[in-house]
């Protein structure tokens, strides 16, 4: 079982710049893959970005050069940089854990643990 809290969620002005994280409980993170998802009103979950076991990370084509995920696995967290925030980045954003330890899928189906999520409002 794995409990995931995320936090750093807020209201930016378009241009700025948060940071997301999500605490893991458990002794076994590290061998799990982390994705963060979002989802804005009206529309579908999406995928975001993910991380594996082994630090590969992967992005959607929506937020490639601005936002950067990393992990500590000494801290169990697993953080969400976004630079250059946008409007259309508005939405409440999930941390997930994908057992697999991969990261390789972007479908929300391959995750096994899900936070509450954060919501993150930019503003024009």
């Known amino acids: 079982q794995v409990q995931l809290v995320e936090s750093g969620g807020g209201l930016v002005q378009a241009g700025g710049s948060l940071r997301l994280s999500c605490a893991a409980s458990?002794?076994?993170?590290?061998?799990?893959?982390m994705g963060w998802f979002r989802q804005a009103p009206g529309k579908e979950r999406e995928f975001v970005s993910a991380?594996?076991?082994?630090?590969?990370?992967y992005y959607a084509d929506s937020v490639k050069g601005r936002f950067t995920i990393s992990r500590d696995n000494a801290k169990n967290t697993v953080y969400l940089q976004m630079n250059s925030l946008k409007p259309e980045d508005t939405a409440v954003y999930c941390c997930?854990?994908?057992?697999?330890?991969?990261?390789?899928?972007?479908?929300?189906?391959?995750?096994?643990?899900w936070g509450q999520g954060t919501q993150v409002t930019v503003s024009s």
């Open positions: 458990g002794r076994t993170f590290s061998r799990y893959a």
């Open positions: 997930a854990a994908d057992g697999s330890g991969w990261g390789t899928s972007r479908s929300f189906k391959e995750y096994d643990y």
């Open positions: 991380i594996s076991w082994s630090g590969s990370t």
